[in-house]
Structure formats: structure tokens, C-alpha cells
């Protein structure tokens, strides 16, 4: 590893003026030790970084500029030459001049340029509003992090994704999930590519994947057994919140996140408009007959706000209760709408407008999912010629 390491610094300083080279300070303290100390020399222009470690001359190899047998020490070297090797790629694959000043601010920064994490850590924290979107987002930066620590821009290329890829399945990620990672990824790649960095590979060769997963939603009779819980006088105070933007969810087709962004105060119109939080986009909502009927069933409903996460384990302990062995989510309200939407015969192009969806494809898997229902329905001959 460290021949390597040695190997890339000599070619890397043949093809630049940027020279570095540890050396011994020559003052000696009160243990006989001087201080090592990094020198950089760009264009001309020198610096001379004290590392903060020590050693005793006799144990120090001038040649190799490395101590003689403390192995922690000669690591943080090596470390140092390997960062300052990143920060000279990464201006170089920038078409970027490296000047002493720039190398001093990008080796001594918590958050450097050359660190990709370091740079989609930032971009989240400058450009994302939405809160839910910036937790998704910090959440796959942080798991890229734990992976990783750092992550230079000239280490980035397919064979990187594919390692990823099986490490992210390896700590339980499903594929949906793991492609979910990889889009969201790439599309901080975009925003470095657009800022100057040059990648080895072509960012259009990366494909996330599908990111929809299983579209699982809930029959009929289970919508109707959660309906009669929340009617009955049994349901505890928070749980009946919770169950209650669910089945708004379940009747509207609205995102958890566009349901908690809607205000009591604004649903007194049959139709509504409200700004979808994912996408931006202005659209008009009608409030369902039975959706109103939810809405005026509890008071508290859109005055009273729950985290999605508390929903979510209400919503688990809800049907545990009432036995519906199933995962629910916020989310599945969404796709049970969509599903009994296109079992009650709704037109398939309707309801991409209704989910807001940008492409029909998205929209017609629902379809598929009431195609499968369909087929099994084949087995109602069995009882006529039995």
C-alpha cells in the first residue's frame, strides 16, 4: 500500500509544480525530540506545516521521510500525502489552478471540495427547504459517511457503485430502497459535474434503478375494518389522529407529506388547491364525501399534528390490535387509494393526474397490481364444473 502510495506522489509531482516532503524542525525539546514538519511547495510558493508529532533525529529516516519504527506516526503521514494527493487531483480534473493559498484552504477545511460527502453534506444544507426531502437526503449522506468517511471525486466510478451497492444490501437495504440511494447520489453528481468537477466515467452510464418498489396497498374489508375501529368509541385519542390521516390519505391519494401540510381552516371547500410539497406544483384536490365524513368524525384531525415516524408506529400498533397482520404506513394510504381507484373502473389517465404523477408509466403499475387480482379470479370456474 505505501508503495503504491510512494509511486502515485512521485508521478503526481512530475506532472505538476507542486512539491511536498517532510522534514525535522531542529529544535529539540526538553525529551531530545523536534517536531516533523510538512512541506508544500507550489508554483514557487512554500509553506512549512507543523504536524503537531515528534521524534527523536535518531529515529528519523531522511531518505524514505518516514520515522524508523513508530507505525502510528509514519500512517498520519501517509494520510497527509494521500490528502494533499486528492486535493492536486481534484483541481487538475476541474481544469482548476492550484494556488498554495487554495491547497492551505482545502487541506486545513472540515469540509473540503474535494471530498464529495463533504459536498453533498453542504449542498443539502444550502438548497434543500423541505424538511422531509432534507431528511431523506441526510440520511442516505450520513450512511455514504459511515461507509466511508471521505470520498474524493477521483475515487467515484462504477466499480465504486457496484461495492456500494452490495454493502448497502449487506446492512439490510432492499432494492428499491438501495436504488433510492443511488439516484439521489447521482443527482448530487450532476450538481458537482455542473460546478466543474470531471468524473472518469459517464455520469449517464450510472443507473439508479427503480426506486418504486412493491406498490403495497389494502383491500377493501381492511380499509373497512380500520373505518369501523376509528368509529368506535373504544379507539384511544392519539391513535384515532393518527388513523385519521391515514384514511384522509386512503381517500385522497395525497403524500403523507401534502396530508400534514394541510390546516383545518382550509378545508371547508369541497375542492381545494394546495402546493404539492415533492414537486412544487399547484394543483386542485377534491376533499371525497368520505374523506369530509372522517374530517368532521374528529375535530382534532388537522389541528393536532403527529410526526409521520409517530403515525407510522400508531398505525402499526393499530392493526396489530385489530388484526390486520400487515405493514401500514402513511404512504400505503396513498397506494390504496390508487389501487381501489382502478378496481372501482377509474380511468387510468384520470388518475395520473390525481396522484400527480409526470408519466403514465408511473401511474400504470396500479393497474398491473388489479391485473394480478384479476387472474386469480380464473379459479371461480373450479366451483362450476365441480
Known amino acids: 500500500m505505501n508503495e503504491k502510495l510512494f509511486e502515485l506522489e512521485v508521478r503526481l509531482k512530475a506532472l505538476s509544480k507542486m512539491k511536498t516532503r517532510f522534514l525535522l524542525h531542529g529544535y529539540l525539546n526538553s525529551e531530545n525530540k523536534t517536531q516533523i514538519l510538512f512541506s508544500v511547495t507550489i508554483n514557487g510558493n512554500r509553506k512549512r506545516i507543523p504536524t503537531g508529532h515528534f521524534v527523536n533525529p535518531k529515529e528519523w529516516n531522511a531518505k524514505k521521510q518516514r520515522t524508523k519504527s513508530d507505525d502510528d506516526i509514519n500512517l498520519i503521514l501517509d494520510n497527509m500525502i494521500a490528502k494533499s494527493i486528492d486535493i492536486q487531483t481534484y483541481f487538475k480534473l476541474s481544469n482548476k489552478y492550484l494556488t498554495l493559498d487554495a491547497f492551505l484552504t482545502e487541506f486545513f477545511s472540515k469540509s473540503p471540495s474535494y471530498d464529495f460527502i463533504s459536498f453533498m453534506q453542504n ?89 418504486s418498489g412493491n406498490r403495497t396497498s389494502l383491500s377493501v374489508d381492511q380499509v373497512k375494518k380500520l373505518l369501523k375501529f376509528f368509529e368506535s368509541g373504544f379507539i384511544k385519542d392519539n391513535w384515532k389522529i393518527s388513523l385519521g390521516y391515514f384514511l384522509v390519505a386512503c381517500f385522497t391519494g395525497l403524500r403523507v407529506s401534502d396530508v400534514l401540510a394541510l390546516r383545518r381552516k382550509d378545508l371547508n371547500r369541497e375542492v381545494i388547491r394546495i402546493k404539492i410539497v415533492k414537486t412544487k406544483n399547484d394543483i386542485p384536490v377534491k ?87 384479476a387472474i386469480e379470479t380464473v379459479n371461480i370456474l373450479d366451483d362450476i364444473f365441480n
Open 123 to 211: 449542498r443539502i444544507d444550502e438548497t434543500i427547504d423541505n424538511r422531509n426531502t432534507k431528511k431523506k437526503h441526510n440520511s442516505i449522506c450520513k450512511k455514504l459517511r459511515d461507509y466511508k468517511g471521505t470520498l474524493p471525486f477521483n475515487t467515484i466510478d462504477l466499480d465504486f457503485f457496484k461495492i456500494y451497492r452490495n454493502h448497502l444490501a449487506k446492512i439490510g437495504n432492499n432494492k428499491s430502497t438501495i436504488n433510492s440511494n443511488i439516484k439521489i447520489i447521482k443527482h448530487h453528481l450532476l450538481a458537482a459535474q455542473k460546478k466543474g468537477v470531471v468524473f472518469n466515467f459517464q455520469l449517464t452510464d450510472l443507473i439508479p434503478g427503480s426506486c
Open 287 to 373: 376533499i371525497s364525501k368520505k374523506a369530509r365524513e372522517i374530517i368532521t368524525d374528529n375535530p382534532n384531525l388537522f389541528m393536532k399534528f403527529y410526526t409521520e415516524q409517530t403515525i407510522n408506529t400508531h398505525l402499526r400498533q393499530i392493526a396489530n390490535f385489530i388484526g390486520i397482520y400487515r405493514k401500514i404506513s402513511m404512504h400505503i394510504g396513498r397506494h390504496t387509494f390508487a389501487t381501489s381507484y382502478i378496481r372501482a373502473g377509474g380511468d387510468v389517465v384520470y388518475l395520473q393526474k390525481i396522484l400527480g404523477h409526470k408519466k403514465l408509466e408511473t401511474t400504470m403499475i396500479y393497474t398491473h397490481i388489479s391485473e394480478d387480482e
